[in-house]
């Protein structure tokens, strides 16, 4: 418990480095904290060790943590070592325990678009996007959906509706221009 306090400590003055050096001697003591387990998937999380997040952070789920950040947090992990079927199923996991939370919808839908499951990534960002219009990522990310599904004019809309808010880069709008393009339509790819 003195570890874990400690580490506790550090984890409120921000000092990452040291909070993960004292979860951890707690965690060695007694592998079954699960408070001292979750903290230190939480402190590589922040410290972008996401590698390093996960043991910690499933071994939390193991001993009962069954609480959506934590769920969340080990999908992010997992989605930024590049685990992307493990972070989908952890998303879903965080989603069905905290619904309203757009993190783990917004990551599912980066992962099922990494996975290739374009029309289930369409989806779930056109939910989003009803909710919150104004994320232009996930403009982007359904655009990108829709082209990888063969659906060129529909990511066309979603660049027009970009560029009309004024959010479209020179990216969007070089696609856009090329979509039209290939679709026989020079005078609007102008």
């Not at 904290?33 to 060790?49: C, E, H, P, T």
Request: proline share 3%; charged share 20%.
């Amino acid at each position: 418990l003195y570890d874990f306090t400690i580490g506790s400590i550090y984890f409120q003055q921000d000092n990452l480095g040291a909070a993960a050096e004292w979860y951890g001697k707690a965690v060695a003591k007694l592998p079954s904290f699960l408070r001292a387990q979750k903290n230190l998937g939480i402190v590589y999380v922040r410290s972008n060790a996401f590698d390093r997040a996960i043991a910690p952070l499933t071994a939390a789920i193991d001993l009962g943590a069954a609480d959506g950040v934590t769920f969340g947090l080990l999908a992010h992990a997992y989605a930024m070592t590049e685990q992307y079927v493990a972070a989908e199923s952890a998303y879903r996991q965080a989603m069905m325990l905290q619904p309203e939370t757009l993190d783990w919808k917004s990551g599912l839908a980066r992962c099922l678009f990494k996975e290739r499951k374009f029309e289930e990534a369409a989806a779930l960002c056109g939910d989003m996007i009803r909710r919150d219009p104004t994320r232009t990522d996930l403009w982007l990310l359904q655009a990108s959906a829709w082209l990888n599904l063969r659906q060129p004019l529909k990511a066309a809309e979603n660049y027009e509706l970009l560029d009309r808010a004024g959010q479209a880069n020179t990216t969007c709008l070089n696609t856009l221009g090329d979509i039209y393009m290939n679709e026989g339509v020079p005078e609007l790819a102008v």
